[in-house]
């Protein structure tokens, strides 16, 4: 490692769906954080760890910031605002086609509390006309006073090199926190699960809201065939919900673990057999043993 190397933690926090787990996909080069145009899609701190020759870039990817509806929106929202009192740096990710919300003033309100230098990243450039952009920047800059204002998009990597030459100089000289080859600190467990409540999402579209929980049951590995068995059960809260993800003769839930299982192989790098079953547990967000099952730590909600 050589003299003057550079290491930090950045919180990445922002609304629902601007972006942000796009963003830390991009950069990794290997999706770790699934990605959706549903609200609400990362539940855990994600920690992903992107290492060059000069720096080492720790990324905390949060919930999106919302009016909690339950228990579990509760956890969310805790989540992200604790996230920012560990780390060097802050993200405060926008999406400049929606411009300025409620969201943005609350999380805002949150962030004139916090020390740590402050970045604004407004995300999805790509979709609005370049003459809108200096407008909406003037509109940010009134309302707090940030480190570093960046535009790009995460989707196609606008400038998301820019962004990280910024942020490397403003993180402080420290070690290697971890070794270059270390993409994530999450369990492959977790992350399989992750990518099973991907496909849901997007299969089922506004039928299933943010109601289901990935439980991955067990992975064994075949030394003989190479091959690895994951089986998995989604939970839901309603016998509707099971029934949806399921779909007519199984139709739904065969393509959920087609898509699925392709993910598994590419985390793998193994062939992958993979079993789900689907199990209703009612109203299993409000209750505490469950997300402590689900793994969502107690202390958080």
């Known amino acids: 490692m050589q003299d003057n190397f550079r290491s ?30 549903k609200a609400q899609t990362t539940r855990n701190k994600i920690q992903g760890v992107y290492t060059k020759d000069t720096a080492q870039f720790i990324f905390i990817d949060t919930p999106g910031i919302h ?34 919300g409620k969201g943005d003033q609350f999380i805002m309100e949150k962030l004139k509390s916090v020390n740590q230098p402050i ?80 496909k849901v999402l997007h299969h089922t ?16 590995g075949d030394e003989d065939s190479g091959l690895i068995d994951v089986q998995a059960t989604i939970i839901v809260e309603r016998n509707s919900q099971k029934g949806i993800i399921i779909g007519k003769q199984g139709r739904m ?7 699925a299982r392709k993910d598994i192989e590419n985390l793998l790098g193994s062939k992958v057999y993979l079993e789900l079953w689907v199990k209703v547990e009612k109203d299993w967000r409000n209750r505490i043993h469950q997300l402590r099952e689900y793994g969502y730590n107690e202390e958080d909600y």
């Open 8 to 37: 930090g933690f950045i919180a990445i926090i922002g609304r629902p769906n601007v972006g942000k787990s796009t963003f830390m996909n991009r950069v990794l080069g290997q999706k770790i954080a699934i990605m959706s145009d």
């Open 67 to 100: 009016k909690p509806k339950h228990r579990l929106g509760d956890f969310m929202v805790q989540s992200s605002i604790n996230a920012l009192n560990e780390v060097d740096l802050v993200i405060f990710m926008i999406n400049a086609k929606e411009g300025m």
């Open 119 to 198: 970045f604004l990243v407004m995300n999805k450039i790509d979709e609005i006309h370049p003459d809108e952009l200096l407008p909406l920047i003037d509109q940010y800059k009134d309302e707090l006073n940030f480190e570093e204002i960046i535009p790009i998009s995460a989707l196609n990597g606008n400038n998301v090199n820019h962004l990280m030459d910024v942020m490397e100089h403003h993180l402080p000289e420290g070690p290697q926190f971890y070794p270059e080859d270390h993409i994530t600190d999450h369990p492959e467990r977790f992350i399989i699960s992750e990518l099973i409540r991907e």
């Open 205 to 220: 579209r506004e039928e299933i809201p943010h109601s289901i929980a990935v439980v991955i049951e067990g992975i064994q």
């Open 253 to 259: 839930l065969r393509q959920i673990g087609i898509e």
